[in-house]
């Protein structure tokens, strides 16, 4: 059973996390080096996982994650610093908020429909086929 409440306070928090990151990434002074900005970034990403980690009311033990830890976290890793760098960059490239995430996320969003449904089985409907037309055209109107 799926928890609601629990589904859209997720998108809500994902939502407020995305508009909070882009803003502080575009804000990233252009001075520091990038993998120093990065370092820091996680740094404090550590700090608040292990604490959040022990004082989570999970009945899942921290002892228990470890163990059960596979492939997927590191190289989950790998590609949040790759894609941290890239969007740092990006705006360093004079790329505005108005449409760097919009078109990252539309594109990347239009590669996923295929993968879900070929590794996960996830089902295409018809309404996803049409959301998916109307992104590509959003994103025909964005291209200057």
Not at 7 to 22: D, N, P, Q, R
Not at 98 to 107: F, G, Q
């Amino acid at each position: 059973m799926v928890d609601t409440n629990l589904k859209w306070l997720s998108l809500i928090l994902a939502i407020f996390g995305t508009v909070v990151y882009h803003l502080l990434q575009k804000s990233t002074p252009r001075t520091i080096n990038p993998f120093f900005s990065l370092s820091l970034t996680y740094f404090c990403a550590l700090i608040l996982s292990v604490v959040s980690a022990f004082l989570s009311p999970s009945p899942v033990r921290v002892v228990f994650s470890w163990k059960q830890t596979n492939w997927a976290s590191i190289a989950c890793g790998a590609a949040v610093f790759g894609a941290e760098l890239a969007y740092l960059l990006a705006y360093r490239a004079s790329w505005d908020l108005k449409r760097l995430s919009l078109i990252t996320n539309v594109i990347a969003a239009i590669v996923l429909v295929p993968l879900g449904v070929v590794l996960f089985r996830e089902r295409l409907s018809p309404r996803i086929v049409v959301g998916i037309a109307l992104c590509i055209a959003g994103l025909i109107a964005m291209l200057d």
